[in-house]
């Protein structure tokens, strides 16, 4: 089939923090040069920022250098930290750790608590300010390569394919978009990051990446409990120390709260389940004041690279390169992205402009990396390195640990941890492990998953191919029920798998309810055999996050 194709000088792929920053400053610097360089960011969202989920405080070094008076552009940064606590909880109680003892990684002064999703927003109307082209609602879903294997641009998907994969009556080919440049900027577990880090070997060398599942509530509280610029962090209860994970609760303007809870990845019990966990975590006594007489917003997840600097893969390959959580940037032990996925875009789109316009391109990106290697970014990944894998060791040792990395040593010891595994490697099986007995919701400050799915706007057409894909109909019953009794129907935070079961329990199969997935990546990330691959629905669908 023949499809239309567009030609540009760079397209880049999510219009997320990297994305946008990489779009805003290639139109900047062709202001500056007087150069016409021709942009587009395709967005699988139905709209820039509806599928963006963060905490998120929001640390403004990179916005400063790429919009250095943002704060009379009117940039949503309304919030800034004004008080911060970090707790350990234990199941009734718990204490603080005094501000002065946390690592400086962890301290937020200057920042602001934000919605990312509004960052972004306002970003969008920045880059087409400047003539940057946007396509919200197209998904990229394959990548085009030129005769000598060099990727020349991305696909969008086919709209209108029936469930039974033919052409429907609103049947709409994809479209190429050709670029000389191609930036990857998908998030956490791209699509097509994924095949290229198979196709180039970007991640040879690296250690695997992990990953944590982060879920967020947006909350309207009582205003006699709000206290704007407040942020809260806690570790400890209801996980077990050998689970690595934590919560936050930022309050907002508008007395507004984000409540959150992160699960690491790597977690061995295959009857934990994220979201009850972060339901329980809100009736804990030091919690549940917070939102008793509030409601409750907006729900949504999202999968979040913990792998820092040992997960680092190759940045370039013959005709792009990968930019934010796409290459996986967050440092951890500040709980942030934003501003490193700002600047890494910022560093890809100076090294393309240059080479569009000076070099000789459109040779491989090598300036990018290099770039990389020299900057801030670099310099924070490589000063957390340890923290997360020291997590390994359970959280009080962790704890020790880190004090000593970050505090005593300032990140500069002359070792590196290792991770020494893939998230879905660590499954225990579940003849091995305990089952949790996770009390119901109460359907005033704790929900089932099934209604906060309703708070996320969610929505997908039915009559589609199914974009969770098996690469084997047989493991979900032969082995992960079997072995795992079934972690897929716990580790969803949206009730995407179920296993339906006749009245006397034979003959169990697995259901796919693909309507509720809110494309957090975790069932890609961590099926057993990896036998779940997510890819890309028609564009335009998945959540519709308002303020997240």
């Known amino acids: 089939m023949e499809r239309d194709a567009m030609e540009y000088d760079v397209v880049i792929v999510g219009a997320g923090p990297a994305g946008l920053s990489a779009a805003i400053r290639l139109k900047q610097l062709g202001a500056e040069k007087e150069k016409e360089i021709s942009v587009c960011v395709l967005e699988k969202g139905s709209g820039v920022g509806s599928h963006i989920l963060s905490g998120a405080v929001i640390e403004p070094r990179a916005l400063d250098e790429l919009f250095p008076n943002w704060k009379e552009m009117g940039a949503p940064l309304n919030s800034p930290v004004t008080e911060e606590k970090f707790m350990i909880l234990t199941d009734s109680s718990g204490f603080s750790i005094p501000n002065f003892m946390l690592p400086p990684a962890m301290h937020n002064k200057g920042n602001y608590i934000v919605s990312l999703a509004n960052v972004c927003r306002w970003m969008g109307d920045q880059a087409e300010a400047l003539g940057v082209e946007i396509y919200p609602g197209f998904a990229a879903a394959e990548i085009l390569y030129d005769d000598n294997g060099a990727v020349r641009g991305v696909a969008t998907g086919d709209m209108g394919i029936t469930r039974s994969g033919e052409q429907g009556e609103m049947f709409q080919p994809g479209i190429e978009l050709h670029a000389k440049y191609t930036f990857f900027a998908e998030g956490c577990r791209g699509h097509l990051g994924k095949m290229l880090f198979e196709s180039f070997n970007l991640c040879d060398g690296a250690e695997p990446q992990t990953y944590g ?110 930019i934010g959580c796409e290459a996986g940037t967050v440092n951890m032990p500040k709980i942030k992205g934003s501003h490193t996925a700002m600047k890494g875009g910022m560093l890809a789109a100076e090294a393309a402009f240059h080479a569009l ?121 032969a082995y992960n029920l079997a072995e795992f009794d079934s972690p897929e129907q716990r580790y969803c935070p949206a009730g995407v798998y179920e296993i339906i079961k006749e009245e006397n329990g034979a003959n169990p199969r697995l259901q796919i309810n693909a309507q509720n997935c809110v494309h957090c990546k975790t069932c890609d990330i961590k099926d057993p055999t990896q036998n779940i691959n997510w890819v890309t629905p028609q564009g335009g669908e998945g959540p519709n996050y308002p303020n997240m």
Do not use: M
Not at 249 to 264: C, I, P, S, T, W
Not at 420 to 443: E, V
């Open 213 to 322: 599942i982060g879920l967020k509530e947006l909350w309207e509280i009582d205003p006699e409990k709000h206290r704007q610029g407040l942020i809260v962090h806690s570790a400890g209860w209801p996980l077990q120390s050998d689970t690595y994970g934590g919560s936050f609760l930022y309050h907002l303007e508008d007395n507004q709260v984000a409540v959150g809870f992160v699960v690491g990845l790597d977690y061995q019990n295959p009857y934990l389940s994220p979201y009850e966990e972060f339901q329980r975590f809100k009736t804990h006594p030091k919690i549940r004041p917070y939102f008793e007489g509030g409601r409750r917003i907006a729900y949504g997840a999202r999968a979040i690279n913990e792998g820092g600097f040992q997960s680092l893969p190759k940045l370039t390959f013959p005709g792009g390169a990968l």
């Open 357 to 477: 316009t000076e070099g000789d391109g459109p040779d491989e990106l090598i300036a990018y990396a290099e770039a990389f290697e020299n900057s801030w970014v670099y310099d924070e990944l490589k000063q957390a390195r340890n923290v997360r894998p020291a997590f390994k060791w359970g959280l009080w040792a962790a704890t020790l640990y880190t004090g000593i990395d970050q505090v005593l040593l300032r990140g500069r010891a002359p070792w590196t941890l290792s991770h020494g595994h893939a998230d879905h490697q660590t499954l225990k099986k579940a003849a091995d492990c305990t089952q949790i007995d996770y009390p119901k919701p109460d359907g005033e400050i704790t929900f089932d998953r099934l209604t906060n799915v309703s708070f996320s706007a969610t929505n997908h057409e039915e009559d589609q191919p199914i974009h969770l894909t098996l690469k084997d109909d047989s493991v979900p019953i």
